[in-house]
């Protein structure tokens, strides 16, 4: 069978995947409704399936949709890497590299490896999924990102779980808050405190609990958010404290927040490397992994950050 579509075809529907709509994808691509329609259908008959859901609010990807998007970002990527190389515009050291990193992560950690990187591949463009951790196992094993950073998937058959860092879990409070006067905390010290955390379906929450199932501490959650980030604001308001992991903590000295570390038990989650058993990256997408692994075990796998 012979597949037969335009580039330009997989541009549109990728743009409309990243809009939400043929409106908006239209004005960007400088063509009319009708015309982007034409080449979605071009592109869904040339596939031989339907790509996108068209409902009066919303488009979404259909099964092969969601399928069809990470390939069609690689061959877009690709192209545009082969067309810099051939006009001269590029280089050996030229290319993209795409990472599904945990939100916590994203924040001080990765910026880091990708300074040091960039030292040495300066033309290096980044893809950054900043996603809770379920999703970017999802984006990984799908091959929207090359590998990702995440703090679980060593128990997924289609993934290997390389470990980088133990990032610790500790409190963070108002400078004037009484907790901030101890150096060092128990998990019973934070009993009728009201704390500050993620939902109770996000892993984080899960290690905490289930670090704390076999002890008698009733920890009050009074606020739930979606990213540990939000929680700083509500903290820096005196409204509560947090428990969070050391990265996801704003750097000393800050002039609102403490953190103090929590003991009895010290409570843990790894951070590592996520790779597909079975995938290849891009020769660039290498150097920059083991980059990342040989930092990490120089630099040691445990972070303080206290």
Same mark, same amino acid.
Request: hydrophobic share 45%.
């Given at each position: ?15 409309? *995947? ?10 960007? *691509? ?65 290319? !993209? ?79 004037? !808050? ?40 009733? *920890? ?13 604001? *509500? ?18 000295? !800050? ?46 796998? !445990?972070?303080?950050?206290?």
């Amino acid at each position: 069978m012979r597949i037969n579509f335009e580039l330009q075809d997989v541009r549109a529907f990728l743009m409309i *995947l990243d809009l939400g709509g043929f409106h908006r994808a239209a004005d960007i *691509l400088g063509m009319s409704q009708p015309a982007l329609s034409r080449r979605i259908q071009a592109l869904e008959f040339a596939v031989g399936a339907p790509l996108l859901e068209r409902t009066t609010r919303r488009v979404a990807p259909t099964t092969i949709g969601r399928t069809f998007a990470p390939i069609a970002r690689r061959l877009i990527d690709e192209f545009e890497d082969s067309v810099l190389n051939v006009t001269g515009l590029g280089d050996r050291q030229s290319g !993209h590299i795409t990472i599904a990193c945990v939100p916590t992560a994203v924040v001080y950690f990765l910026p880091k490896v990708i300074e040091q990187f960039s030292r040495s591949y300066e033309k290096i463009r980044f893809r950054i999924l900043d996603l809770p951790a379920n999703d970017g196992l999802e984006a990984v094993r799908r091959g929207e990102a090359d590998f990702g950073i995440n703090f679980t998937g060593n128990a997924d058959a289609d993934l290997a779980f390389t470990p980088l860092l133990e990032d610790t879990f500790v409190l963070a409070c108002h400078r004037g !808050h009484k907790l901030s006067a101890k150096e060092e905390l128990s998990w019973g010290d934070l009993e009728g405190e009201p704390l500050i955390g993620v939902a109770r379906s996000s892993v984080n929450r899960q290690i905490i609990e289930s670090a704390l199932a076999k002890s008698d501490i009733k *920890l009050v959650w009074r606020f739930e958010v979606n990213h540990l980030a939000t929680s700083m604001g *509500l903290v820096e308001r005196g409204l509560g404290v947090s428990v969070l992991p050391v990265l996801a903590t704003p750097p000393n000295p !800050h002039p609102i927040i403490v953190t103090r570390p929590i003991v009895a038990p010290i409570v843990q989650r790894t951070i590592g490397l996520v790779e597909r058993k079975s995938g290849r990256v891009s020769p660039i997408a290498q150097r920059f992994r083991d980059m990342l692994v040989q930092r990490d075990n120089a630099e040691g796998t !445990h972070v303080s950050g206290l």
